[in-house]
């Protein structure tokens, strides 16, 4: 079972990026899938997810960042829109590895995460 994070880097603020979660070793079309990030010396916090029935969002991401799945493709996208400073985290993807309609945006329920990928927005 693997996740593997790509497409972060260094954008000016009002940029875009779209992270991509590759994954192997498990279903992927009807887990719970989600993103979280994690900033310097912050708690990991959820900011996307998505199951096989809803998609949640974070209040500080959402009309800016849009979660997709590519479930041929085993795929997870994050796209990221009217970047901020304070959006520049360590991004991570991760899988409950069961089936629910809903997806929190808490972290216990995740037991498989990926290495995760940098986002830097500067001002």
């Known amino acids: 079972v693997q996740l593997v994070e790509s497409g972060g880097g260094s954008v000016q603020a009002g940029g875009s990026l779209r992270l991509s979660c590759t994954a192997s070793g498990f279903t992927f079309s009807s887990d719970c899938m989600g993103w979280f990030r994690q900033a310097q010396g912050k708690e990991r916090e959820g900011i996307a997810t998505?199951?096989?029935?809803?998609?949640s969002y974070a209040d500080s991401v959402k009309g800016r960042f849009t979660i997709a799945r590519d479930n041929a493709k085993k795929t997870l996208y994050l796209q990221m829109h009217s970047l901020k400073p304070e959006d520049t985290a360590m991004y991570y993807c991760a899988t409950t590895r069961d089936a629910r309609w809903w997806c929190p945006l808490d972290t216990p329920p995740y037991t498989v995460w990926g290495q995760g990928t940098q986002v830097t927005v500067s001002s």
């Open positions: 998505s199951s096989f029935g809803t998609i």
